[in-house]
Structure formats: C-alpha cells, structure tokens
C-alpha cells in the first residue's frame, strides 16, 4: 500500500471542473482491472473536459507524478494498475460528439461505451464494428488503448482499422488531432519545432532507417493479429514507403499504445453498415484436435467469426442458471465446439456458404453434431461462448484459470500442432488447462487451472508463462494478439521482438514521454511478474453465517470476481446492478463491491470498525436483487454476501432499530392485523413514518380489512373434514395480511382447474430478515418453516407461492443458512418441490385437454415486469408462457431491471429518490408508452407497490390475470 496522498493534490482538485477521489474507498476500487494484479493508486481523477486533461497533464509534468489512463477496467494484462493517479474518463468524459452518417463517421469522447454507441447508431443502419465480448460496458477509449477487436475480427478486422483520428493531450500539456496526412502535411508537421513536430520527426525517422528490421522482427506469420509494443510495422506499410498504402497517421500507433504514449479526448472512427442477415453454425467434436484441424477448412468459406469452447467451459455452463438456457443446442457431452458465425450486408452470401460448409464438414467426417441457428436463438449460442471468462472466474476454491498466456496466437496451419505442445507442457506440470477463443485468428485462449494464493503457484505460474512464450516464439507467433502487453507480458517483449527492435520502441516512448509519466511499467521496465499479485496466501478463514464451503470459504467467494465488469451494464441490458445504472458509480457495482470486499477479507482483522465502514458504504445501494447471481459470469452473489456483512456488523455494533422492526414484519403485521383500520391509520402519520426511518410522502402497504386464514377457515367449515390438497399454498406474511384478494383468487383459480389446494398457516421463509442481515433470526424462522413443509414436500407434492422472493428463498438460500445436516436435507428437499405460481399454471394448463381461458382479455396487452428474484432464480419464461396462455391477449415483457422498490429499499427515507431514479430507467417510461388496452403485470408486491405509488397505475399479480381470463366472479366487476 503506498502512503496517503500528498497535499499536493489539494491545489490540483480546486482546478478541476470534474473530481478528484482521494479517499481510501476510491483508491481501493480502482486499485485493480481484470488482470490478476492490485496495486492501490494515489488518488482517482475523474475529468469532466478536455481542459482538465489538459490541467492533469500539466500538473503531472511539474510534479513529476504518472498518470495512468482508465476507462472500463476491463483490461487482462494489468494496464490499469498502478500506484500514481488514475485518470478515469468514464463518468463524465461519455458523449457522442456527432455522427456524419453519410460519410459513415462518428466523433466520440474516450468514455462511451461501445454498445450505447452502436444504440445510437442502430436506426440509422450502422454500427461500430468491433465486438470484444465485453461490449456492454467497455468504452471507445479503452478498445482505442488496446486496439480491441473481438470475435467477428474475420471480416471486420481490429479498432485500429476504423480509426479516423484523434484528439490527445500530451506530455507537455499541448492539444493535437493525430490523422491522416498527405506528403505536403506530413513535411510541414515533421518541420515544427515543438513536442508534435519532434514526435512526427521521432516516428518518421524510426521507421525511415530501420524499416526492414520492422518489417522482419514483429509477428506477421498468415496474417495473425498482434498487440505487442508499438504498430511502428502497420504505419511501415503505408505512405509515404508504399504508394498504394494507406495515409501516414499517428493516430494508428497510438492505437495499441495502452496510454502510454498519450492522454486520449476525442476519437474519430469509421462506421459500415449494419448486417442484415446472421446465421451461426454450431459444431460439435470429440477432441479439441480434431475441432483446431476443422478451422482451416471453415476459413475457407470466409465467415465473419470462428470461436472455439472446450469441454471445461462447457461443463461450467451446466450450473449457471443464466447459461443452463442457452446449452439448447448441445448433444452430449462434446470435447470442443466450433460457433461459426456468417454475416452479409446483402443477404445474399450466407446460405450458399453455410451449404457448402456443411457439405464439407460432413464429407470429411468433422463434428459429430451440426446445427444452423438463426436469431434469436443464434444470439443464445453466442452469450454463451462470451460467458466463458467469467464462468471460469466462478470455479469454486482458489484454484482459478488464470490469465498470461491466454493471448498467444499462431498461424491457423500450426494450431493443432501448438496446442499439442502447450498440452504437453501442461501435463509435464500436472496441470489442467482450458482452451477457448477466436480460433479462426489463430488465437487460444489458454487458461491453465492454479492456486496463485500459494507459493509452489506462483513459481509454477511464471515457468508455465515462460515455456509457453518460448513455443510461440519458436511458432514465429505473439504472445500479445489481443488483450495487450500491460505488466503482465510486457517483461517477455524483449525475447519475442529482439533487443534492437525493442530500443527502437523505447525510442518512440522516449520522444513522447521523456521522463516516463505515462501509464509507466507498461511495454518498458516492468516490475516482477509475480509482484502485486491480487491473490492472497490463505491466511485464517472468516467465520460467516452462510454455508460457503461450495466457495471454499467466504474469502474465496469474495474473489471470485475477475474484474470483467459484466454488472457495469447500461439500464434495459438486464438486472444486474440497478443501483449502477442510476449512479454509475463504480461502487455501486458488482465489481466495485466485490473488489472491496477482497481487499477487506484479505486483511489480518477484516470486521475492524473501519473496514465494516467501507462495506456499509459500497453496500448501502445494494437492493439485494439477486441479479449478480445468475447474470454475473462467476456467480458472486453480492446480496447473500451483504447480508453476510450486515449480521457480522450488527454483532460488534447491535441492531438498529429500523431493521429490528422490518425483521419483525412477520409479528407485527399479525399485531396490527387485529385492528387493521386503526393500524393503517396510524401508519399513514407522517411522524410515524418518520420515527420508523421511512420516507414521510410514501404510503405504506395498507392492511386488509381481513387475512386470508380466516376466509380459508370460513370456506372450509363448509367442507368435509377430509378434504386434503394436491398443491400447497405456502401463505407468507404480505399474502396473508396484505394482499389476500390473491390468495383468494389462487385457490379459486386451481379450483376451477381442477386442482385441490390447500394452505399454510401464515410462515415465514426468512427472506424479509435475511434481507436486512439478521440471519439468526432468518435461521430461526426458516427451521420451523421447514420442519412444517418437509411433511409434505417428502410425498412428492407441489408447494407453490405467490410472492417469488418468498417462495424463491427455499431454493435459494434455505439449505445455506440452516444448521445440522438433517434439517438441510429436509430444506433440500422442500426446494425440489416448490414452484412460483406462474411455474404450476404453466406446467399445469399445458396438462389439460381443453383451455379453461375465455375471451375476457382478448384484444388486451399484457405488459409484464418480472420479479429480480424471479428473473435470477427461475428465468421469465415460465411466467411469459403462463399469460401467453390466455387466447387473445399480447405478452409483452418489459426489458426492466429491478423496479428500484426491493422490499423497503424504497420506503427508506435516505433511499427513496434513488429508488425511483432506478423505476425511470425502464420501467416507469415503459408504463406511461403503454395503450388503454393494456394490464400492468407485476409477480412481486414490492414492484406493484412502487407502480401504484409512482404513477397511480394499478399493476396486477399473474393470479389475478389469470383469474380474469378464466371468468372468476371477483374479477367480472372490472371489465
């Protein structure tokens, strides 16, 4: 850890218009990117214009202080780690300058993120072509640092060729815009005598003596693509020493140059036009060999992208509920699939070469199984292949598949033969390696399975690095083709370019920047491989609450987050996270609250008072929506890991009284229960309100006038004592004093489909404490909950909810939390039998011989927003399948993340504005859009809630719905 910042930087923050972060939460948060390193920074700038690059650069020079450019983070190789000042253009530096779409050109700031430009681009049929897998979140500026390209590179190459120009800042604080020049502008700017003209002069002469060498030295084996040092040998190739070639621009040696060379503004870049047909083929094999000696052939008919998965990955995505949906397409249990991907601007080339491919593959006996997916299912097959890194990440225990040589690459033709050779290095070692990647570039990403938390780890990482480097060098490959250099490959530059072209690279720097402030570390002088290594030797482990022996211990949870930044996604992309979609701060993110919760573990006493604050602080936006644990690639579950910390917290600081009253929910809902008019009176005082710490201007939920055991007692009495259920209707704390009506309308619903239902008295399933990390009280609560269901459960009957979050805790976090290997058998149990409403109706209704429905609702759009719980959990497709149902009507569901209500996340009175910040990314703008014709459809009661409360508009649970459709007399008054 380096010391404080200085007070130097007091004077730098007053000439800021942006921010100047130098608290140890900040520092901490950027202190690490997606590369195995950490490294915790001076401080955080966070720039708002180009002027305060421009101050930045200026008070770096006088101070003597390194800059170390970020956007995303996302970056593998440790480019975004350091010990100076991180400059991170993403929070305010984000705008679309403009967008020429005639001369198919856009002018952007370094901070936009790829996919948002490509949004923005959609309606006027064009699109930013390059698509690393993280395009979701990572930034212009960050795929411009490393000339990202991703897996359609085959026909649309790297960043670097859709560059137009830039604008930066350089080392002397002066503005330029690097583009192409003719002869006549090229003499004029190597004439200047200033820092641009002794760069150009720097560059020019470089390349103009030593341009054989260039030429000769850096990897050009069948065109693979490379990412070592600088591109001197692509500005080689054009003017003015190849007529025919391209014009002289610095900006393409800047691309690549991992902001070394640099401060980035402006980007201007090329644009093509937008596909407009995609089809995928998917091919499947019993031996990684086999499916490498397949990509030469499928290059023959020139498709847009070629990647390969192996059987490691593939297995992962047997356990992650996000990609369980998206293995449709397997047979079996392949070794390694080829994704073949063909796209055409016309539509007219695709199927003739998906016809001869697989003509081809057939006639040669490649791949046991074929299959040609056309969208949406195309897009399925392809998130899976992206997931690959972050199901890696989320291997269980401290053996990881770590990343150095997953950059290499050779010539397609030696494929077969070097991954033979990496194998064989493997096995020498004992150690299991993944192989995944754009194959069809000559690029694997190889990933060897170890233990960098122990020293025979480490030292068996840096000799596998080293084997590794030396049989690409003897395969005439890169070791850098796509993710960069950083300080992770950088100290290996030397032996693959020669030492002579190697000074001719520190020359270039040397011309740039003189006295090595920029991004330092990175391409020249880097430290150790194995100095600030994230991971940790093991030290004691932390007791928790939650059984984290899956994980191998709650450290080893905590860093299971690699850094990719999947959860830093912009609003209407999923669930995950939604308190960073309305902040986009990055500790309000999965990532940021995982990177701190690491550092925090790792430390001798991680529950000290100033630790557990740095926790409350990241945590205090977590809504719990379970949207990390099935959309995140590694699974971290960062609401059972808050509610870990709020029970370890309030064990050293006691319960405040806020969550010692919603923990009580339960008992005092049964309290007011017995004068529900008086009750919803007084908790309609604002005084009240005030005293319980919620917003004063919010409504609370009212009581009904009575709960449903009691209408269930009436409507039995009336029946024969032996009447016994086929399902049972788990009756949790809001169904039974709140919302009834539902209950009600459930068991009229099974009645009219012939199913019997019978209920529980009122339980809980401990979700409302668990969320408020009173987990021996959860732990209480769900072991009499559980005893009551097992009698049940155990016959192999159904037990269904109306609430998903309440019911979803059975097979979530119950057998977790539970003590005693007899009551967890019993709770996994109960798990294998419980159902959201929706998942019964729907298995159900698809039983019966005739539709119950009728046609109340036809003509009606059923605008539909699901539950986080439920859309982590379950998915929304058996909830979509159930209203689909129902003849006549129109399901459409809301691309909304969480609602931004979360239980009383909303009702908190230092929460409530944020909570309806995150209601109007999607959800409220998708409400007020909708026609008269439309029902609001709302699985969960706090999002029904927030609904009514936001907009007066009146959201209805799927029973009701369904209700409707059948012709239940409770419902006959409202159409």
Known sequence: MTSEPPSTLLTLSRSLAGELLTDRLSRLLYATDASPHQKMPLAVARPKYRDDCVTLMRFAAQERLPLIPRAAGTSLAGQCVGDGLVIDVTRHMNSIVSIDPERRRARIQPGVIRDDLNDALSPLGLMFAPDPSTANRCTIGGMFGNNAWGSHALRYGTTRDHLL?????????????????????????????????????????????????????????????????????????????????????????????????????????????????????????DSLLQALSAVAVALGYQPAALELVDQHILALTKTNLEQQRNRFWIEGDPAAVLLIDFVDETGDEVNAA????????????????????????????????AAGLGLLMGLPGPVKAVTGIEDTAVAVKDLPAYAEAVLAIMARHGVDCVVFGPAGRGLLHLRPLLDLSSRDGKRLYQRILEEVFDEVIHFGGTISAKHGDGRLRSPYLPAMLGEELYGLLRRIKDAFDPHDLLNPHKIFDPPPLLSDLRAQENGKPVAAYFDWSREAGLKIAASKCNGAGACLKSAGRGTMCPSYMATREEKHGTRGRANVFRQVLDSPEPWTATNRELLREVLDLCLACKGCKSEC????????????????????????????????????????????????????????????????????????????????????????????????????????????????????????????MAATPCLESGRIQISQGLLRGARKRLSRTVERLYPWAVTGRWIIGLEPSEILTFRDEAADLLQGEELRKKARVVADRTLTFEEFVEREIGRLDENPFG?????????????????????????????????????????????????????????????????????????????????????????????????????????????????????????
């Open 354 to 385: 998906i016809e001869g491919l697989m003509a081809e593959l057939h006639s040669r006996n490649l791949g046991y199984a074929r299959k040609v997916l056309d969208s949406p299912l195309r897009e399925r097959a392809l998130a899976l292949r």
């Open 165 to 285: 120009s830039v604008e930066a800042v350089l080392i002397d604080a002066s503005v330029v815009r690097f583009g192409p020049l003719n002869d006549s502008q090229l003499r004029d700017k190597l004439a200047l005598a200033n820092l641009e003209g002794r760069i150009y002069r720097a560059v020019f002469e470089t390349i103009d003596r030593h341009r054989t060498l260039i030429l000769d030295r850096f990897p050009r084996p069948d065109g693979i693509p490379r990412n070592a040092g600088y591109s001197l040998d692509v500005l080689a190739l054009g003017q003015p020493w190849e007529s025919r070639g391209p014009p002289f621009n610095l900006a393409r040696l800047l691309c690549g140059s991992e902001g070394t060379l640099a401060l980035v503004t402006e980007i201007e870049v090329g644009l093509v036009p937008l596909p407009v047909r995609r089809r995928l083929v998917c091919v499947q094999f």
């Open 855 to 975: 046609d109340a609702l036809k003509g009606k759009t059923l605008l539909v927003h699901g539950h986080c719980h439920q859309k982590s959990l379950v998915g929304m497709q058996p909830l979509l399948k159930a209203l689909s149902l129902i003849p006549g009507v129109d399901v459409q569901p809301i691309p909304s993340g969480c609602c931004g209500m979360a239980g009383v996340f909303g009702y908190e009175k230092e929460h409530y504005a944020v909570s309806l910040d995150i209601a109007e990314l999607v959800l409220f703008p998708a409400i007020r859009e909708a026609g008269t014709d439309t029902l609001i459809v709302a699985p969960g009661t706090s999002c029904r809630r927030q609904i009514a409360d936001g907009l007066g508009v009146r959201a209805y649970h799927p029973v009701e719905v369904i209700g409707m459709a059948i012709g239940l007399q409770m419902f006959r008054e409202r159409f």
């Open 633 to 756: 690639p590694a699974n971290v579950d960062m609401a059972r890991m808050k509610a870990e910390f709020l029970q370890q917290h309030y064990d050293r600081s006691g319960v405040p009284w806020r969550a010692w009253i919603v923990g009580n929910f339960g008992r005092l809902s049964r309290i007011a229960g017995f004068a529900p008019a008086l009750s919803n009176r007084l908790l309609a005082q604002i005084w009240v309100k005030s005293r319980l710490g919620f917003y004063p201007e919010r409504p609370m939920p009212p009581l009904a006038d009575e709960p449903f055991s009691r209408w269930l007692k009436r409507r039995h009495s009336a029946e024969p004592a032996s009447r016994r259920g086929d399902v049972l209707l788990f009756n949790d704390p809001f169904t039974e004093y709140y919302e009834p009506r539902l209950a009600i309308a459930a068991y009229e619903v099974l009645e009219r489909l012939g199913i019997r």
